[in-house]
């Protein structure tokens, strides 16, 4: 709340839609309150959201030098993603030349994003997805 109230006061026209939660995954009464603030909210997991999926922690795929994840990782990741007709979440914080262990390097990231592309994926923003699947009709 203390962000998006100082992101009112700074750009009044913009809001937080969504919500990354730090390290450990939510509890149920936690995934309830950012469910009730925000579009979608991405956890971890290094997997990607196939079947019924939940808005309130969806699976994210770091790309991170703490994950320690390789290029044939992420082709892995695609592959699986592609087969099961899934949706893959990328996250990273800095993306730099020397990034931080959170971070990855713009060659790094300029791959998975070719890879991705590449498998035929459509390659959209986190709230857009969500759209996109809110358009979709249910049986």
């Given at each position: 709340?203390?962000?998006?109230?100082?992101?009112?006061?700074?750009?009044?026209?913009?809001?937080?839609?969504?919500?990354?939660?730090?390290?450990?995954?939510?509890?149920?009464?936690?995934?309830?309150?950012?469910?009730?603030?925000?579009?979608?909210?991405?956890?971890?997991g290094?997997?990607?959201?196939?079947?019924?999926?939940?808005?309130?922690?969806?699976?994210?795929?770091?790309?991170?030098?703490?994950?320690?994840?390789?290029?044939?990782?992420?082709?892995?990741l695609?592959?699986?993603?592609?087969?099961?007709?899934?949706?893959?979440?990328?996250?990273?914080?800095?993306?730099?030349?020397?990034?931080?262990?959170?971070?990855?390097?713009?060659?790094?990231?300029?791959?998975?994003?070719?890879?991705?592309a590449?498998?035929?994926?459509?390659?959209?923003?986190?709230?857009?997805?969500?759209?996109?699947?809110?358009?979709?009709?249910?049986?």
């Amino acid at each position: 709340e203390r962000n998006r109230n100082a992101l009112r006061q700074v750009l009044p026209q913009l809001q937080f839609l969504t919500f990354a939660y730090p390290k450990s995954g939510p509890t149920l009464q936690t995934k309830r309150e950012v469910g009730r603030r925000f579009v979608a909210a991405r956890a971890g997991g290094q997997i990607g959201n196939t079947g019924v999926g939940d808005l309130s922690a969806l699976n994210a795929c770091f790309l991170d030098q703490r994950t320690r994840i390789s290029k044939s990782d992420v082709q892995a990741l695609i592959d699986r993603n592609a087969a099961n007709r899934g949706w893959l979440i990328f996250a990273t914080h800095d993306i730099e030349a020397q990034s931080s262990p959170y971070g990855c390097t713009p060659d790094f990231l300029e791959m998975a994003v070719r890879k991705a592309a590449l498998s035929g994926a459509d390659l959209v923003p986190l709230c857009e997805a969500v759209d996109l699947l809110s358009a979709i009709p249910t049986a």
